[in-house]
């Protein structure tokens, strides 16, 4: 099974920032790959599908990158409502990332 | 505009099944495949399987066979799983979620499911 590493854990920022989140595949995915969004108590949002299409509705603020085995999402001018946890997903058997906890500084 | 509504949180006894419901409108259900997915409290996400509106063909991850049964009702739009000899390790949120190709593009609210005696 194709696994994902997920980086970082936690991230720490401030407002106005840019941050970047990365996800490493154990095999090449062919840009198989979602990013989501999850606000506490709440469910996850889709921000991001096919590495590099923004869904519907989301702040364009957002975007996807990467190739390969390497992908990343990147959030320009942090807001304060894009503190959540972040999660990447491959396509090929539908795993998940380990998450990163997205705080202000 | 697409809308996922799941049913109301569950206090199980250790042993027992559960079934949870997940109505749908805003689309054509029978045009796509419904997902459940599983998060313990702090913990990732994971697959559990999928069901086809249209037909209700199924495909599961190979960690939740035997445990979760999927099936729809397209006179209603609603997806549901049941999920049987239900133990602690199944406490946690389910969630349903709409899947397109392969990601999941519209989620339910979750569902907590608590396995206690």
């Known amino acids: 099974d194709i696994q994902m590493t997920q980086s970082p854990a936690s991230l720490s920022a401030s407002l106005g920032e840019t941050v970047t989140i990365e996800c490493r595949a154990s095999e090449d995915i062919y840009n198989g790959l979602a990013w989501y969004q999850q606000k506490p108590g709440k469910s996850p949002q889709l921000l991001i599908y096919n590495a590099n299409s923004l869904h519907t509705g989301v702040p364009s603020r957002f975007s996807g990158s990467g190739s390969g085995t390497q992908y990343s999402l990147k959030i320009n001018s942090l807001q304060s409502e894009d503190v959540a946890s972040y999660f990447c997903?491959?396509?090929?058997?539908?795993?998940f990332g380990g998450g990163t906890k997205l705080e202000l500084k | 505009e697409v809308q996922l509504q799941q049913s109301g949180a569950e206090l199980v006894k250790p042993g027992a099944s559960v079934k949870l419901s997940c109505k749908t409108s805003?689309?054509?259900?029978?045009?796509?495949?419904m997902s459940w997915l599983k998060q313990m409290p702090g913990q990732n996400i994971e697959w559990i399987g999928n069901i086809y509106g249209g037909n209700g063909g199924t495909g599961y991850n190979q960690k939740f066979k035997g445990k979760a049964t999927l099936t729809v009702d397209k006179s209603s739009s609603t997806a549901y799983m049941d999920l049987s000899s239900l133990t602690s390790e199944d406490s946690a949120v389910y969630f349903c979620?709409?899947?397109?190709?392969?990601?999941?593009?519209?989620w339910g609210q979750g569902v907590m499911v608590t396995v206690s005696s």
């Open positions: 979620a709409r899947t397109n190709n392969y990601y999941f593009d519209y």
């Open positions: 997903q491959q396509y090929y058997n539908w795993t």
């Open positions: 805003g689309y054509t259900f029978s045009n796509y495949y």
